[in-house]
């Protein structure tokens, strides 16, 4: 019986999100660099380097991803988000290069999750941003099945440590079926075991026998 208190939830795929997960709650909090395009009236609060009780146009400050969303309107401009260095030209032609050097990690850690979610904000380097994550991923994709396939019962930390969470989440799935396929081999795979209900029960009858 699986005693699990809490089962992970699989984050959204693409610009999806899922609510529920806990990967994308976190990734709703990364902090966008942005130019208020009107004044935000009363709430000075959310800019700490001013004591102005309002906002005035043309500030630039940051905001999370989620706050940046429900702002951001195609027809009214209220706000413009700027794209983090890592999704700008220097750096798509990097990762373009040769994808397997970058630390996506330090870099993220959510790399291709907060890349997609910019595709939610109208600029025209959107299609570059898209073409550079999808290459990103299958240059590394190999890789990092790869090394999951060939650590068994070893200590992996030192691979994992410069992958995105999604490559970690790849990784995982990869180390499970190998450890599934490795009990197959050795016949582990159709040993059938006592479930926790029926264990607890033969201890209360045996206890019950006792006294």
């Not at 996506?104 to 073409?131: D, V």
């Not at 990784?171 to 081999?185: D, H, K, P, Y």
């Amino acid at each position: 019986m699986d005693t699990q208190s809490y089962h992970p939830v699989q984050p959204g795929v693409g610009m999806e999100e899922n609510y529920m997960s806990l990967d994308d709650i976190l990734l709703s909090h990364d902090r966008l660099p942005i130019r208020t395009e009107c004044a935000f009236p009363r709430l000075g609060f959310l800019e700490k380097s001013s004591d102005t009780q309002d906002i005035p146009e043309g500030t630039k400050m940051e905001l999370p991803l989620w706050l940046s969303k429900g702002l951001y309107e195609r027809k009214r401009r209220v706000l413009s988000v700027e794209l983090p260095k890592v999704y700008k030209e220097g750096w798509r032609t990097v990762f373009n290069a040769d994808p397997n050097v970058v630390d996506l990690h330090k870099m993220g850690p959510y790399y291709y999750g907060l890349g997609s979610q910019m595709l939610h904000f109208e600029s025209p380097e959107n299609p570059e941003i898209a073409q550079t994550l999808l290459q990103t991923f299958i240059g590394r994709f190999r890789r990092t099945m790869d090394s999951s396939q060939n650590a068994y019962n070893e200590d992996t930390s030192a691979l994992v440590e410069r992958l995105d969470c999604l490559e970690k989440a790849l990784f995982r799935s990869g180390q499970s079926g190998l450890n599934g396929f490795q009990s197959w081999e050795k016949g582990q795979a159709s040993q059938l075991t006592a479930s926790s209900l029926v264990l607890n029960y033969r201890k209360r009858k045996i206890t019950d026998i006792q006294t």
